[in-house]
């Protein structure tokens, strides 16, 4: 089952990490980052 998920700093550490599973794993992710251009892994 999809799910949706809110988490702040995806654009490292922790919240990089737990977003790219949740991402692999067919759920969205919105998120928050400090540096934009940290995140562009996730855009598609």
Known sequence: MEK???ITG???GFG???TK???????TVIGTVR??????DFLS
């Open 4 to 6: 949706t998920w809110f």
């Open 10 to 12: 995806v654009s490292s």
């Open 16 to 18: 990089y990490e737990l």
């Open 21 to 27: 599973q949740l991402l692999d794993k067919g759920n």
């Open 35 to 40: 540096n934009k251009e940290k995140a562009t």
